[in-house]
């Protein structure tokens, strides 16, 4: 493979059509205000930022199969540009592609704390665990510098509202002082995504998320902490990462993790096109192989979004995941627990709140 061919540093090596627009680069304008860009060098490469101004920020979620009532992503589009990724398919609601687009223009909901304070402080609101990033990474690049998700996490801390985290960036550790807090009144549990435990997998699969010696790292103070922490293997990836599942569970669970979950990957709408396209590009010797085994898992298709069976999939091959899967929780975390997530001092908080007038 010459390097023309990759594009180093992008998990997608190409923009695909946007099945909700005529001509793929119509765009979507409102709430916009193309006014902050960031980029290096290689204008194939450039990543832009996209101020947005959405209505609300906590999202309802319907799928009954995904283990959460609320999201909240104070990002859309994601520059860690990992190439399974099932959020790629959102960004086409913008006009932009599954492909590059998804993780060169990231869009950055400025007015997100106010939205949050906003809903908490509505009489309506029961409190129900919201989940920063149910769709896209909540510590991805740009939050180094505008630093939302550390506000957000200020204010559920402010009004004593349970929240949950899904990550892949060890940048999370730089707010160990707030989720010390919220853990404390059992606020907050943080997932943490460890896909695979080679550097050359994470590399190419997940081209600019943290390294896997970060994330263990991660994983080891978030626990010293006394911040609950547990780890999402997801994707498995037939003959990528599906051989790591025993070793990465031994290794989670000695740096404290509590648990461990896993998804079998799925390639819905654009994505078979995107990760059909990079396999054939980065692993060409494997690429037909691993194809195959993934409609073998999803009923002959590598599209699969039937509830109940597109997480897991079906078949021999997804039988011996879970089956690995079960040994190795009562192999290595067989006596572990998350304490369940604290909903009753939100309501106490506001009641306390009306009281002073």
Known sequence: MSSSEYIKGRGAQLNVDNRFNEHSHEIRDDFLNFCAAEGEEANESRTTIIETFPKTIVNKVTSPDVGLEYSLNPYQGCEHGCVYC???NSHEYWGYSAGLDFEQKILVKRNAVELLEKKLKSKSWKATPI???GNTDCYQPIEKKLQITRKLLQTFLKYRHPVGMITKNALVQRDIDILKELAAD????VNLSVTSLQEETRRI???RTASIKKRLETIEKLSSAN????VMMAPIIPSINSHEIMPLVKEIAERGALGVGYTIVRLNGAIGQIFSDWIRKAMPDRADKVLRQIESVHGG???DSRFGTRMKGEGEFAAQVAQQFKIARNLYLKDSERPKLNCKLHQEFKDGQMKLF
């Open 86 to 88: 099932y959020a790629r």
């Open 301 to 303: 298709s590598l599209n």
């Open 227 to 230: 911040i609950p922490v547990s």
């Open 186 to 189: 059992n606020l907050v549990h």
């Open 131 to 133: 989940v920063l990033s």
């Open 205 to 207: 699969l997940e081209p």
